[in-house]
């Protein structure tokens, strides 16, 4: 049996114990023995307070975020998609998370050749980072231009690679430039 408990030190700090213990039964099913465990797991609670911290803001700030947050596998499939996905594209998450839409297929015919040059520049250049603006054709049609920031990711191992970036609409100051 194992469960997890607390316990005041003298000192006034309080530290965080697991305990395990095996009971011994003898005739009639009465316990003539316990053997027992208590292991100091106050770091990993720390820890994981801490990490459950860190997850709420991270989803906070992806709650607020004005952009659109992903994640893309080696092969620059969509793993993740957060954000004002439907606000700027005019598209659902689901519809890019299943491969119905892919953001290629949205991005203006005359910025495509940049927009893959910059997708094969990632493949090939450990550890670097794109930064670029073009337009996206969004559902009804509109012009809309967005800043996408990509850069190359490996997970704990270093054994895969994988992308993570965002995308801004920058449409209004774009059109502001233009005006002065």
């Not at 998450?93 to 050749?113: A, H, M, T």
Request: aromatic letters at 12%; hydrophobic letters at 35%.
């Amino acid at each position: 049996m194992s469960k997890n408990s607390g316990f005041g030190k003298k000192d006034g700090n309080y530290i965080y114990v697991e305990d395990s213990s095996v009971f011994l039964k003898g005739k009639n099913d009465c316990v003539y023995r316990g053997i027992g465990l208590l292991k100091n797991i106050t770091e990993n609670k720390y820890a994981q307070e801490k990490l459950k911290v860190s997850e709420e803001h991270i989803l906070k700030y992806l709650q607020n975020f004005r952009g659109i947050g992903f994640e893309l596998d080696n092969n620059f499939n969509l793993m993740l998609l957060h954000g004002a996905v439907e606000e700027i594209t005019g598209h659902r998450n689901e519809e890019f998370l299943s491969g119905k839409i892919k953001l290629v297929q949205l991005v203006y015919p005359e910025d495509q050749i940049n927009f893959l040059e910059n997708r094969k520049k990632l493949n090939i250049t450990p550890n670097s980072l794109t930064e670029q603006e073009y337009r996206i054709l969004n559902r009804n049609g509109n012009i809309v231009w967005v800043f996408e920031s990509i850069h190359v990711v490996h997970d704990i191992n270093k054994a895969n690679q994988f992308y993570q970036g965002f995308i801004q609409d920058v449409t209004e100051q774009k059109n502001c430039k233009g005006s002065y």
